[in-house]
């Protein structure tokens, strides 16, 4: 079992749609960080989350600590949303390295 | 743009070579970190350096050796390539450790 897990695997939305992806983990974390990797293959750094909640323009991030899981969601989604979402578990026994699910392939269509 | 950089973008080479990635943290970061992502595998950790030092290792084949210069850019040696080599290979940076991760654009390695 990975440490990390994700669902779903693929999400097909209409435009405008409200999206969630979730991200379970299995061990003890100091912080969760959800990536996004763009078709061409760049990745960028969307949240880092210790507690509670983010957000930035229509992307939010949630993250409960005692059930070990987190929720990224997308509001109003767009095509240009369309990439592939990664969650990624940081600290405890993993230090400060990155584990990492294994995504959530989005594609919003027009 | 992240501030991270890694060249080449892209290499093509043969099973048995050796190639060198470079990577260049933002200004003023200490740790780089080194991942692999292969379609079967996902997005895998391989080694982190801090300030120079090695911080920690995770699944980097005996093959694969990493080293930060005093400037703080980082090089890793991938030797006797094989074709299961082939991958993107990422590297980020961070301030100190535990916090966001900056990644470059990965240079992208294939074996024939």
Same mark, same amino acid.
């Not at chain 1, 999206?19 to 990797?37: E, M």
């Not at chain 1, 990664?86 to 600290?91: D, K, P, R």
């Given at each position: 079992?990975?440490?990390?897990?994700?669902?779903?695997?693929?999400?097909?939305?209409?435009?405008?749609?409200?999206?969630?992806?979730?991200?379970?983990?299995?061990?003890?974390?100091?912080?969760?960080?959800?990536?996004?990797?763009?078709?061409?293959?760049?990745?960028?750094?969307?949240?880092?989350?210790?507690?509670?909640?983010?957000?930035?323009?229509?992307?939010?991030?949630?993250?409960?600590?005692?059930?070990?899981?987190?929720?990224?969601?997308?509001?109003?989604?767009?095509?240009?949303?369309?990439?592939?979402?990664?969650?990624?578990?940081?600290?405890?026994?993993?230090?400060?390295?990155?584990?990492?699910?294994?995504?959530?392939?989005?594609?919003?269509?027009? | 743009?992240?501030?991270?950089?890694?060249?080449?973008?892209?290499?093509?080479?043969?099973?048995?070579?050796?190639?060198?990635?470079?990577?260049?943290?933002?200004?003023?970061?200490?740790?780089?970190?080194?991942?692999?992502?292969?379609? !079967?595998?996902? $997005?895998? &950790?391989?080694?982190?350096?801090?300030? +120079?030092? =090695?911080?920690?290792?995770?699944?980097?084949?005996? *093959?694969?050796?990493?080293?930060?210069?005093?400037?703080?850019?980082?090089?890793?040696?991938?030797?006797?390539?094989?074709?299961? !080599?082939?991958? $993107?290979? &990422?590297?980020?940076?961070?301030?100190? +450790?535990? =916090?966001?991760?900056?990644?470059?654009?990965?240079? *992208?390695?294939?074996?024939?």
């Amino acid at each position: 079992k990975n440490e990390v897990e994700q669902s779903p695997q693929n999400l097909t939305a209409q435009e405008g749609e409200f999206i969630t992806i979730n991200c379970s983990y299995s061990v003890g974390i100091s912080a969760l960080h959800w990536l996004q990797q763009h078709p061409g293959g760049g990745i960028v750094s969307l949240f880092m989350l210790s507690s509670g909640k983010k957000k930035h323009g229509r992307l939010i991030a949630t993250i409960n600590i005692q059930e070990k899981h987190s929720s990224l969601h997308i509001t109003a989604s767009h095509p240009r949303d369309s990439a592939v979402y990664i969650c990624a578990a940081q600290g405890g026994s993993s230090g400060d390295k990155l584990t990492f699910g294994t995504g959530t392939r989005l594609a919003v269509r027009p | 743009d992240s501030g991270v950089t890694q060249t080449p973008k892209h290499l093509i080479t043969a099973t048995g070579q050796r190639v060198t990635l470079r990577c260049s943290p933002r200004s003023g970061d200490l740790s780089v970190y080194w991942y692999q992502q292969s379609l !079967d595998q996902g $997005l895998q &950790f391989l080694i982190q350096y801090y300030n +120079g030092e =090695e911080r920690a290792k995770g699944n980097i084949l005996e *093959r694969f050796s990493a080293q930060q210069f005093p400037d703080l850019h980082s090089e890793l040696n991938l030797s006797s390539l094989e074709l299961g !080599d082939s991958a $993107l290979y &990422f590297c980020a940076s961070s301030p100190r +450790g535990r =916090e966001t991760q900056y990644f470059g654009p990965g240079t *992208r390695l294939l074996v024939l």
